[in-house]
């Protein structure tokens, strides 16, 4: 531990903790250590599609943001490392509708390859839809893999271990991040965290693009081609706690995608697993500061981001850094002295200078 720079302790080892995790290490100013009660393969992030696209978060324009900062990351610091390393590929995406959208998504003025698609782009059966040419997919347990690697090779490190009382981690590092996903609801205790479930399918075939109708936010049928597999989805379920994965939702999800082309009926699929996550829904994606301890300590919040924490993570990553620089800045030096007040009494015998100060 470098006693020079800030400790820093990051509750939350999820596609949002470690993408945070390596932003604040890569400044060189802080060690920063990650505490969570899962590890990755046993995280939310690790059961999703997973690909580039906003979907089940607010606010849009924050999401927008968020969104079109995380592809340039991807971009610029992802990709080129190839696909071996990372299991990122960039991928085209088709977002399909039966009925006519006239308004354009409230985040798309931040993706500058977004476009309504072509009439000749469209699949039989739809009538309107929206395509991002250079989105990303990954798959997510080789992704999660390299976050960890990638965090402990910049010097992070990584405990497994619950936090029952958010007091506890302020015990060694004045700032905290909380990066606990849903887990905020006993955390501490917000209430306005609450699960959609989703499940999804892992099938053998991979496709070229991929595609989703988006006609009803909760019945979702989408194919997602990664590099070793495809996943198909999906359920929103919210308030449902249920991590089995559901016969019924299986079942509904093979109609969902056979309605989106011939090529994604059962008879043409190989079924390889089922994995079933709960989102961390919330109206609102929490990424603010928290003056705990008469300002002595810093709480930097970053949960809530619903079915979009890939396509938000590097944003919300970067905007924590700027919070942590922000309420760094502004915390209180404790003036409580960390050295007990009764062994000040030796001081005190041998120097009159010494002035103690009553806790
Ligand atoms: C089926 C499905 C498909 C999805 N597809 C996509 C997609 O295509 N694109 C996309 O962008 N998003 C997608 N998502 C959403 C995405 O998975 C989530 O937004 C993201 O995983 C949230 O990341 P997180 O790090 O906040 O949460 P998590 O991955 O849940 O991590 C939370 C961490 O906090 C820890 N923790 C919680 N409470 C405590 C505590 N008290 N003490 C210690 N540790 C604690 C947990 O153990 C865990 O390590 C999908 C989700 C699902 C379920
Ligand atoms: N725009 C979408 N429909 N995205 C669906 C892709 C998977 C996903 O985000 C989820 O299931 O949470």
Sequence with gaps: MNIHKKDIIIIGCGCIGLSAGVILLKTGDYNVKIW??????????????????????????????????????????????????????????????????????????????????????????????????????????QYMDWLVESFKALGGSID??????????????????????????????????????????????????????????????????????????????QHNYNLEPSKKDTEEILDRVAKISPQFERKNLKILGEKVGLRPSRYSIRLENEFMQDGRKLLVHNYGHGGSGFTVSWGCALDTLKLVRKGADKLKTSNKSDVPWYSLLNKRRSSSSCSFVND
């Design 36 to 141: 969570a009660k899962d590890l990755p393969p046993n995280t939310t992030s690790n059961k999703a599609a997973a690909l580039w696209y906003p979907f089940l978060s607010e606010p849009l324009d924050k999401v927008g943001r968020w969104s079109q900062e995380t592809m340039d990351y991807f971009k610029k610091e992802i990709i080129p490392l190839g696909v071996e390393k990372t299991g990122t590929l960039t991928k085209k995406v088709y977002e399909l509708y039966r009925t006519p959208r006239a308004q354009l998504p409230e985040w798309s003025p931040f993706v500058p390859s977004f476009r309504r698609m072509k009439k000749e782009e469209m699949l039989d059966g739809y009538i309107d839809g929206f395509t991002v040419e250079d989105g990303f997919v990954m798959d997510t347990d």
């Design 160 to 237: 497994q271990r619950e936090v029952v009382d958010i007091r506890e981690p302020f015990i060694y590092a004045d700032i905290v991040i909380n990066c606990s996903g849903l887990g905020a609801r006993e955390l501490i205790g917000d209430r306005l965290v609450y699960p959609s479930r989703g499940q999804i399918i892992v099938v053998d075939n991979t496709r070229d693009i991929s595609l989703m109708d988006e006609e009803d936010e909760y019945q979702l049928g989408y194919v997602i081609p990664r590099v070793h597999n495809s996943v198909l989805g999906g359920t929103n379920q």
